[in-house]
């Protein structure tokens, strides 16, 4: 059902690629600042900047971090909810006998499986 990419072209398929090259970059930035107040001798002007930079692009790693975690995670919770419209078993929580009722017009014609079939029966015969 589901081809198996690489994390790198999963990540491209989501379109979290910028994410991923802009978080290297702050990361890239916040060493060469870390860099930068060691060679500036750990004071002065130049030191505190480079220290304020590299905290600033730290911070902004960590966030960006998340962000793209939580974006890479909600487009596989979608695929997934994808494969349960698919199935047409989106509202099985919810609406039990209203999908058994719009399954049941065509069920001569799809696949059932034997104890999904007789979990939502048992519910309508009990009327």
């Not at 790198?8 to 690629?17: E, N, Q, S, T």
């Not at 802009?22 to 060493?31: C, E, R, Y």
């Not at 730290?58 to 695929?79: G, P």
């Amino acid at each position: 059902m589901f081809e198996h990419l690489s994390l790198w072209k999963r990540i491209k398929a989501y379109k979290l690629a910028v994410n991923v090259w802009v978080v290297l970059v702050l990361s890239f930035l916040g060493i060469a600042s870390v860099f930068i107040y060691y060679l500036a001798d750990y004071s002065g002007f130049v030191g505190n900047l480079a220290i304020a930079a590299s905290t600033s692009f730290f911070a902004s790693v960590l966030v960006l971090i998340s962000e793209t975690y939580l974006k890479f995670r909600s487009h596989e919770n979608d695929i997934f909810l994808e494969g349960i419209e698919k199935l047409g078993i989106s509202n099985l929580h919810f609406q039990k006998s209203e999908l058994l009722r719009s399954l049941m017009r065509r069920c001569e014609e799809d696949f059932w499986a034997v104890g999904y079939r007789q979990i939502l029966t048992a519910s309508l015969s009990d009327r």
